[in-house]
């Protein structure tokens, strides 16, 4: 059997396509988000101490333009209750969204408590939905949260009398410390002898 080939060019019919821009009243926490999505937030611990680390992950989800989404952020101003930093973004080709089928994308972020609180507040995600031709924001919901006495605003010297040692006017006798000499170097008196 013999088979030919013939090179042809081919030019498919043209597509008018209009593009509309956004409308002038998106929220301050829209992040540049188009289609459809969902959010999920999760806390690394929900026990810490005021001054300690808490690391926030947000799974996004849904059909539409991940590439240019950011990060979720606090839903009210959290300024000298919360410290946050900026978010690391995760979005392989293979969780992407293609516009027709769903995709994926992981926002990171450390958050601090610089106070006592009960809860991590709730996050805000704002998209535009063209089918509604909308802004459409997301809320996360508050995670309770357990903020413990910080250990370290307590001296380590501090020493307690009971009421038996108030009265009699002694004071307990403090612990003998114990020396530790690997810290402790040869101290040359001499004078020096100096060396090119």
Do not use: C
């Not at 509309?20 to 926490?29: C, E, F, V, Y």
């Not at 999505?37 to 680390?53: K, Q, R």
């Not at 991590?120 to 309770?144: G, N, Q, W």
């Not at 910080?150 to 501090?158: F, I, K, L, T, V």
Request: proline share 9%.
């Amino acid at each position: 059997r013999f088979r030919s080939t013939t090179l042809r060019e081919m030019v498919t019919n043209t597509v008018n396509v209009t593009v509309k821009p956004l409308p002038d009243n998106a929220p301050t926490s829209f992040t540049g988000g188009v289609g459809v999505f969902e959010i999920a937030a999760t806390a690394s611990t929900t026990t810490v101490a005021v001054g300690d680390p808490i690391s926030m992950e947000f799974f996004v989800s849904g059909i539409g333009n991940l590439r240019t989404m950011g990060a979720p952020e606090f839903g009210i101003p959290q300024t000298g209750i919360w410290k946050s930093y900026e978010a690391n973004k995760e979005l392989d080709d293979e969780t992407d969204s293609d516009g027709f089928n769903k995709g994926k994308v992981k926002f990171s972020r450390v958050i601090i408590p610089e106070a006592k609180v009960d809860a991590i507040p709730s996050f805000l995600l704002s998209y535009f939905d063209p089918a509604k031709a909308e802004y459409v924001t997301l809320r996360t919901d508050p995670i309770p949260l357990t903020v413990t006495r910080d250990q370290g605003a307590e001296s380590p010297a501090a020493m307690r009398f009971s009421p038996a040692e108030a009265e009699s006017g002694t004071s307990p006798a403090a612990d003998k410390p114990t020396p530790a000499f690997q810290d402790i170097l040869h101290i040359r008196k001499a004078t020096p002898r100096w060396v090119a």
